[in-house]
């Protein structure tokens, strides 16, 4: 992906997932998903919004790329998946990530509460978390999403990706 090609816009508050609607229900945890809908509405009254599922984003990549450049929060129930696109466009688009802790990679790039929220898989947990983002913690949401950004240029660019291609082919 090209970093330049996803907008960062006034960031309007919504928690937004792009997660696959169908199929692979282990590697992308979608039962929490599901779960996480459920209390986020029921219990604090707000809607998660499903891609394509619950929330019309467009029909071009242009509209689906505004629509997710304006969302404060960008969830993520997965943990059996390695970096998955959805949430690179995520932190490209300054969406304050949220993570369930335990997901791939997190170790090498992640600073939660800095680049990300990482949340325990549990769904009252998860809940609660967007709850608090969308209705108290506003301002910092921002501050993380953007923080976010500015490592996913540096973590997630074909420069950072060449030269750890270029440092395996010297250690073979």
Not at 48 to 69: I, S
Not at 124 to 139: F, K, P, V
Not at 152 to 159: L, T
Not at 165 to 170: I, N, T, V
């Amino acid at each position: 992906m090209n970093p330049s090609e996803w907008y960062d816009l006034p960031k309007e508050p919504r928690a937004f997932t792009a997660l696959s609607p169908m199929g692979f229900d282990t590697y992308y945890n979608r039962d929490r998903m599901g779960e996480v809908a459920d209390i986020l509405y029921d219990k604090y009254g707000y809607y998660l919004q499903y891609a394509k599922l619950n929330v019309d984003v467009g029909r071009t990549p242009e509209e689906y790329k505004r629509y997710l450049g304006k969302s404060l929060l960008y969830i993520d129930t997965s943990f059996r998946t390695p970096m998955n696109r959805a949430r690179t466009e995520a932190f490209l688009s300054g969406c304050c990530v949220i993570q369930v802790d335990g997901a791939h990679d997190l170790d090498r790039w992640a600073l939660p509460g800095e680049n990300i929220v990482l949340v325990p898989d549990n769904p009252e947990a998860i809940a609660r978390t967007i709850s608090y983002y969308l209705h108290d913690g506003y301002q910092e949401a921002l501050a993380i999403g953007h923080k976010g950004t500015a490592m996913a240029f540096r973590e997630f660019s074909p420069k950072r990706y060449t030269q750890d291609c270029m440092s395996l082919l010297q250690r073979v």
